[in-house]
């Protein structure tokens, strides 16, 4: 058997861990017997930290101290704005950290969100290994499609803490096209509608003899299942406030009370036409002689007039996708629904009625990315396995220009991993030194990009402007991280360049968060409960990088498997220049066409410490001779007798008509009957730029008239460069 690597849906109200093994994938239960653990973290008063579904019993009675929803602050700045909503709704101090990052302050304790999250995937962790009794080191963790950067790297930096070395970073809707195509031989276009917790996603996909290309990819960070309950909580307190002139936010538990109650009635409209909101005992009268409730009735009707403009913006985000896909609803083939709130019928309906077609329901919303995750991880361990995935960056990567402009150095929707070269020169004589900053977004102007960070670059000769050529080397890969480097050709200087993220945490802030193994204070239960889990399939891995269908298609007919290397360490710590403004960049002449690339968030100004994003691309897959299976368990010879008992005793019952048990049809299931062999997808990860399946994009561009500036300093573009695309 080979190594165990597993799949994490690290969500926002709720996670799954996935495994395929022995040619199954299986969701982990948790220790209650459920496929899903909630995404909460309570820390009690003798310091020790519960997480999960436990912990989520804890929100009503300490919602000071009990952090739920932390996956929608992950990675963002202090002063966005989804830190100041957060600010306004969540019962737990958020604060302000080093670099304008984001703290929660708990019982006089500062925590990062990476530490928080590094707390939900300690237990994801633990569950697994209770489950599959060995130790589990290795996973692919899924994000939202349009997390920038930032939240990659902070998402990454949480498994570090969790003692994970996470294999890669997937986009969620990519994980779910993974579990609904992976072995079945479908040739189809699809769109996975992904609306979770606290985001919303939209991949087109085409999927091709087990080869998944992503077409295009959109979404909103700012939209999601805690957005539709919000509407509810409003309207449960503004009835109040007008009918008892008391306004229940104020109060923490009797918000809590409210949040618990508006999600519960949501999960309940998912199933029956009108539900009875009771909340007992909501908050005390102003005078303290009783306790005031709220009771009401909510239709699905009335829930859906409070959140149709919700539902609308995602089909906003959708007319998006399909634009740069280059496709229209008739030319899908079918509609995938992830994410809890999409079990509601109003959204369901909606879902119909925009895509002209109903939405496949063969898969469980809730645990569809986390089977895909666990059938991509295989492939990362496994040299059986066969596999291609094509993905693209979902925002675009910039550098700042004269004006508080932003020009674009890789588009968006370009297939990943892939680099871009540009050439720059010096614009004063003697010049020392240039820092450029770097932006992910879609805005012209800087402000409205997230700033990934400030990069320096010195060292290199003085001369007179435009005679020192330097290298800026951009690149994404395969996990969506960027990595930017600077070198002077003429000496092979690249010593003193750095890259730092303002909202991130350095190597030394990792390295101490580890040290102080806060996140061993979680308890875990390894106490389980039986529980069997469905399948989907075993696979076989190709070697051979391909960049399309037709590509993917040969290689599978004769390719042969090959083991690789597995991920190395990415980021390397960098101390950043201190906050400066904005290098001024004189806007360029347009370049010629290069590489495509990803979009963004707010700005920053520069820190004073952060990430070096020194990643190195994944060189392949790596295989360890296993241990032989366990044998399975001995046949209970008994069963038969017992069957023939239970059958005597139920002809003693009194004769009424019984309802025949439902038989369950293929469609009820993602998995792939015995016999059939399944092919899963890999990021072709041998970026040799000699291998064939390289593709190189070149561009003569014209001498861009740009100029850099860095506290007196400036630089000049001396060509568009070239870009790689290297899968």
């Known amino acids: 058997m080979s190594e165990i690597a597993i799949g994490i849906d690290l969500g926002t109200s709720n996670s799954c861990v996935a495994v395929l093994r022995d040619g199954k994938t299986e969701v982990l239960p948790n220790a209650y017997g459920e496929a899903t653990t909630a995404s909460v973290v309570a820390l009690r008063e003798d310091g020790t ?115 994970i070395e996470v294999l890669r970073i997937l986009n969620e809707p990519t994980a779910a096209a993974l579990s609904y195509g992976f072995g079945k031989g479908l040739a189809q276009t699809v769109a996975i509608y992904d609306l979770g917790g606290g985001t919303f996603d939209i991949s087109v996909l085409q999927i091709a003899d087990d080869v998944f290309e992503v077409l295009s990819t959109c979404g909103d960070t700012f939209l999601g299942g805690d957005d539709f309950d919000d509407r509810l909580i409003d309207l449960l307190a503004d009835e109040f406030l007008e009918r008892e002139n008391i306004n229940l936010r104020n109060d923490p538990f009797a918000l809590e009370k409210l949040k618990v109650a508006a999600e519960t009635a949501k999960q309940a409209l998912s199933v029956d036409d009108e539900v009875e909101i009771r909340i007992p005992d909501v908050i005390s009268a102003p005078d303290g002689s009783s306790s005031l409730s709220i009771e009401r009735t909510l239709s699905r009707v009335e829930f859906s007039r409070l959140v149709n403009d919700l539902i609308q913006r995602t ?267 904005a290098p001024a960049i004189e806007t360029p002449a347009p370049p010629a066409p290069v590489a495509t690339a990803p979009a963004a968030t707010a700005p920053a100004e520069a820190s004073d410490e952060g990430i070096l994003l020194a990643t190195t691309q994944v060189d392949g897959i790596t295989t360890d001779e296993a241990p032989p299976t366990d044998e399975l368990k001995n046949y209970d010879e008994d069963f038969d007798t017992k069957v023939d008992q239970f059958e005597e005793e139920l002809e003693l019952l009194p004769d009424e008509e019984l309802e025949p048990l439902e038989s369950a049809s293929e469609d009820d299931f993602t998995a792939i009957t015995d016999g059939e062999e399944f092919l899963v997808v890999s990021d072709g990860l041998d970026l040799d730029p000699e291998n064939a399946a390289t593709q190189m994009l070149e561009a003569d561009a014209e001498p861009d008239k740009g100029l850099f500036e860095d506290v007196g300093t400036d630089l000049t573009t001396l060509d568009g460069g070239g870009s790689e695309n290297k899968d």
């Open 315 to 581: 089909f906003k985000v959708c007319d998006e996708a399909l634009q740069q896909a280059d496709l229209v609803t008739r030319d899908l083939d079918g509609v995938i629904l992830v994410g809890g709130p999409t079990k509601l019928p109003t959204i369901r309906e909606a879902v119909e009625n925009y895509f002209g077609m109903r939405p496949k329901d063969d898969v469980d919303p809730d645990q569809v990315v986390a089977m895909g995750a666990a059938i991509h991880a295989a492939t990362l361990v496994d040299s059986e396995h066969d596999a291609f995935l094509l993905d693209i960056t979902p925002l675009s990567l910039k550098i700042g220009v004269a004006g508080g402009l932003a020009e674009t150095v890789i588009d968006r929707n370009t297939p990943v991993p892939i680099e871009q070269t540009r050439t720059f020169t010096t614009f004063q004589d003697d010049q020392e030194s240039v820092a450029i900053r770097v932006y992910q977004g879609e805005a012209r102007e800087s402000e409205g990009n997230e700033l990934l960070g400030q990069f320096e670059f010195s060292g290199f000769k003085k001369a007179r402007r435009g005679q020192v050529a330097i290298d800026v080397t951009f690149e994404i890969n395969a996990d969506g991280i960027v990595n930017v480097t600077a070198r002077d050709p003429e000496s092979g200087q690249q010593a003193s360049t750095s890259i730092t993220l303002s909202s991130g945490l350095s190597d030394r802030e990792i390295h101490n968060i580890i040290e102080e193994r806060r996140t061993d204070r979680v308890q875990l239960d390894t106490e389980l409960v039986p529980a069997d889990a469905e399948a989907v399939g075993a696979v076989k891995l190709v070697s051979k990088p391909v960049t399309s269908i037709p590509q993917a298609k040969e290689a599978l007919a004769d390719s042969t498997p090959a083991p690789v290397a597995d991920p190395p360490a990415a980021s390397a710590a960098a101390p950043a220049a201190p906050d400066a403004p």
């Open 49 to 163: 930290i519960t997480v999960g579904n436990a912990a989520k019993a804890n929100i009503i009675h300490d919602p000071a101290n009990t952090i739920s929803s932390s996956k929608r602050l992950i990675g963002r700045y202090f002063f966005s704005e989804e830190v100041k909503k957060a600010q306004a709704i969540c019962s737990y101090q958020i604060v302000e950290g080093p670099n304008h990052g984001v703290r929660i302050e708990v019982r006089e304790e500062l925590f990062s969100l990476p530490e928080i999250g590094a707390m939900i995937l300690r237990e994801l962790k633990s569950i697994a290994e209770a489950r599959l009794n060995e130790p589990v080191t290795k996973a692919v963790i899924t994000v939202p499609a349009n997390f920038n950067d930032n939240q990659r790297q902070a998402t990454k930096d949480a498994g570090q803490i969790a003692g």
